[in-house]
C-alpha cells in the first residue's frame, strides 16, 4: 500500500467517512461542469427537490458542442443552441458563475480552470469527464467522474469512492528538441498499455518530469486516463507556484505566502512509498505517432507499424483490427502516410505554448495542396494571447485556419469533422474508430510541432528535421 504520497495527503484530508462496503466519502474542492454530462445531473437534483450544496464550488464552462467558425446564438444546430439553453439555465437558477462565449473567460473545461487559478494543489477536483485528470499536473487529485456522480456532488460537494493505488512513473533525463510531453505520454502508454494504469493514480517524477513547463505537464496528465489511471498527477513545486502567481482565483498577499508553504508540505517526500513503480529515459523517446486504434498503438516516427510478431500475443485480433481500420499494412514506415485533416488544438494541445512550438514549424512554410489545416485554440484567453503575439498571422500565412476556442475536432460533437475515410493529423487525445465525427474517419495522434509537420509536408513527417537548432552559442548581449 502507498504511504506518504502526495496522493496519500490530499485524500485523508479529504476524507469525509468511510462508508459501509469500503468505500470513501471523499469532499470535492471544484466542480467544474460542462453542457454535454450535467443536464441530466441537474435534472435528477429537480426530481429529488434538491439545490446545489456549494455552488461558489461549482463552475461551469460550454466547450463541447460550440462551433468553431461563428459563435453567434442561436446556433445553425439546435441541439447544440438547446445544450448551451439548458446549461445557462442551470446555473442562472442555482447561482453558479458560467463562463459563457464571449466573456474573455470560455474554452475547454480543462483550459479554463488552471489559467482561472481554480485549480490548486491539494485540492480534489472533479468534472463529469475523463480528461479531469489533466488538473493533477498541479498536485491535485483529479479525476473524471459520470452524470450520476455529477449529480451526487452538485447535491452533497462529496463522492463514494474507492482509493487507488499509486504507481510511480519516474523519469530519467532529458527531452530531446522536437520531443514534446504528449510523446513522452504516448511512449508510456505504448509501453504500459491503455489498460496498464486501471486502479492506479499515476504520479509522474523524476528530472524529465521536473523540467517540464505547467502546460506540458497538463498534457501528460491529460492523457493517464488513456493509460487507464484515473488520476495522474505532478508533485507541487516551484514551477506550480509561478504559474499560479496573480491567477485570478489564486491566493494572494499573505494567504499565497501560507498557500505556498502548506503546497509544498502535500508533495511526496523521500519517505514515501508506493504500490508500484516504473522507470523511463526520456532520451530514449523520439516523436511519436499512433497508427491504429487506441492511444497505446503509438510507435517513433522512425518507426514501422508493427508486425504481428512484434506484438504480444494478446494484443494480436486489436493489432489486426486496426490494420484493417486504418488501412495500413505491417512494416509500413509511419513517417510518409500521408494525411487529409490537420487539428491543432483540444485539452490535451489546445494551449499556448503549443500554439507556439506549432508556429514555430509553419513559420515561413506552407499547408502542403489539398490539406486541410486549421487551428482551435483551448480558450478565450489562450485566443487572444496567440492574437497578440501574433500567432494567428503566421498561421494564416501558412494557409491555416484560425478559429474561435472549444473542443472542436478533437470530439465532433460540433460541425468540425472528418469526412468518410478521411485521415487526420491531430494534437488530441483519443483515436478511437469513427472518434472524429466520420463512422469511418481514420486519426493520427501526435504533438502539435508533428501536427504542423504533417500539415506543410502533407504526410506525417519527423519534425526534428524541420526545426532549426543553433549550433553556434548565441552572441552575448551587448551592454548598453
Ligand atoms: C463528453 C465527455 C463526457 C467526454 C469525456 O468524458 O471525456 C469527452 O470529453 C471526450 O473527450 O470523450
Ligand atoms: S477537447 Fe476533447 S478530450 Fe478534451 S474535453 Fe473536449 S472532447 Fe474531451
Known sequence: MSAGTLYDKVWELHRVADLPGGATQLFIGLHLIHEVTSPQAFAALDDLGLSVRHPERTVATVDHI??????????????????????????????????????????????????????????????????????????????????????????????????????RIWVEGALQVGVYAKDLVLHVIRILGVKGGVGYAYEFAGPAIEALSMEERMTLCNMAIEGGARCGYVNPDAVTFAYLKGRPHAPAGEAWERAVAWWRSLASGPEASFDDEVVFDAATIAPTVTWGITPGQGIGVDETVPTLEQTEADERPLTEEAYRYMDLRPGTPIEGVPVDVCFIGSCTNGRLSDLRAAAAVARGRHVAAGIKAFVVPGSEQVAAQAEAEGLDAVFRAAGFEWREPGCSMCLAMNPDRLEGRQISASSSNRNFKGRQGSASGRTLLMSPAMVAAAAVSGHVADVRRLIVVPTTPEPAATRA
Do not use: Y
Not at 117 to 133: I, R
Open 66 to 167: 460550440v462551433p468553431t467558425t461563428s459563435q453567434a446564438r442561436p446556433f445553425a444546430d439546435p441541439l447544440a443552441e438547446e445544450m448551451l439553453a439548458t446549461l445557462e439555465g442551470n446555473c442562472a437558477r442555482h447561482g453558479i458563475t458560467l463562463h459563457g462565449l464571449g466573456s474573455g473567460r470560455q474554452g475547454i473545461v480543462h483550459v479554463i480552470a488552471p489559467e482561472l487559478g481554480l485549480t490548486q494543489p491539494g485540492m480534489t477536483v472533479a468534472c463529469g469527464d475523463s480528461h479531469t485528470s489533466t488538473h493533477g499536473a498541479f498536485g491535485a487529485i483529479a479525476f473524471g467522474i459520470g452524470t450520476s456522480q455529477v449529480r451526487d456532488v452538485l447535491a452533497s460537494q462529496s463522492l463514494a469512492m474507492g482509493k487507488l493505488k499509486v504507481r
